[in-house]
């Protein structure tokens, strides 16, 4: 991931840009003073976009350092509120427990379960788990996904009993995949 990112100067916007998924988000996030968990954030300017919308309680996290480093480099001045941590997206420990309202996932998941096998659906098992952690009472996990069918069997059994909400992402650009939004609002339980 960090020559990726390096090869890139620009911004890479998995499954299409702010202005395809505001309307959702704005509808999703409701009140602007939400506590928003973006996870996987990359150098995506999707933070940088909700921020500048008026959302000034956000969290970026991204496994890759250097990815971070820009971007908290690129937004200090400008938004000083907003926070960049390197973390695990699997392992957010050093988060407490029901401290978001939301949390944002675009394109994340799919990049974590690249392939169907055992350890990537533990590896989702265990991001869920903690997104559920982090979550407070009816917040909503959003995530941003291709919603390949075994990417969307693991989000449904894992995430059974909640309140789950889908719908078609409109990108602007031309493409030929179709990103979805799920919602999902935290009820009682998660599944292993």
């Known amino acids: 991931w960090n020559e990726f990112f390096s090869k890139r100067s620009k911004a890479f916007e998995w499954y299409g840009e702010y202005s395809d998924v505001k309307q959702i988000l704005s509808q999703t996030l409701l009140q602007k003073s939400n506590e928003i968990l973006i996870v996987g954030c990359g150098n995506s300017q999707l933070s940088v976009k909700l921020y500048d919308d008026g959302y000034l309680n956000i969290t970026n996290i991204d496994f890759e350092k250097s990815v971070i480093i820009s971007m908290l480099k690129a937004n200090l001045r400008s938004r000083p509120n907003m926070k960049w941590r390197v973390m695990d997206m699997t392992n957010m420990k050093n988060l ?29 098992s265990k991001y869920l788990k903690e997104a559920y952690r982090l979550l407070k009472p009816n917040g909503r996990l959003i995530i941003i996904t291709l919603a390949q069918d075994f990417i969307f069997k693991a989000i449904l059994q894992r995430l059974s009993g909640w309140d789950i909400s889908i719908q078609t ?13 799920i919602i999902a609002k935290k009820h009682l339980k998660i599944n292993e």
């Open 96 to 124: 407490a427990d029901s401290s978001f309202d939301a949390i944002i996932d675009k394109g994340a998941l799919d990049a974590l379960m690249s392939e169907d096998t055992e350890k990537t659906r533990n590896l989702c």
């Open 169 to 181: 992402v409109e990108a602007n650009k031309l493409s030929p995949y179709l990103p979805f939004c």
